[in-house]
């Protein structure tokens, strides 16, 4: 298989990126997983960027997260996950439906 080059292209204010603090994972369907990134400071939240996947992609997706907290964890230490009842607010955070 050949590798090619691709080229992508991407608005300046898209580079900034958007701060998410929950994110709701559902799947209605067999072909797709819908990712919800919300902005929530109670007593409202924004949905800051949808994204749909297949099944595939996503389980893609999860094994290079997962290789990215490893190598992140190699550099860097430990990662220590806030135990539930130690955040500010329990119900931001990550959700699925």
């Known amino acids: 298989m050949e590798n090619k080059k691709i080229q992508i292209k991407t608005k300046s204010e898209d580079l900034k990126g958007v701060y998410s603090n929950l994110m709701v994972v ?3 369907t067999k072909e ?3 990712l919800d990134f919300l902005m ?3 007593p409202e939240g924004v949905l800051s960027s949808r994204v749909i996947v ?3 992609h996503l389980k ?3 094994k290079t ?3 990215s907290i490893e190598k992140y964890e190699k550099q ?3 990662i220590e996950e806030t135990k539930e009842g ?3 607010d329990e119900k931001i955070g990550f959700v699925s439906e």
């Open 32 to 34: 797709e997983f819908i």
């Open 65 to 67: 997260f997962q290789a």
């Open 26 to 28: 559902s799947n209605r």
């Open 86 to 88: 130690e955040s500010s």
């Open 60 to 62: 893609r997706m999860a």
């Open 40 to 42: 929530v400071l109670p």
């Open 54 to 56: 297949s099944p595939d």
């Open 76 to 78: 860097f230490g430990r």
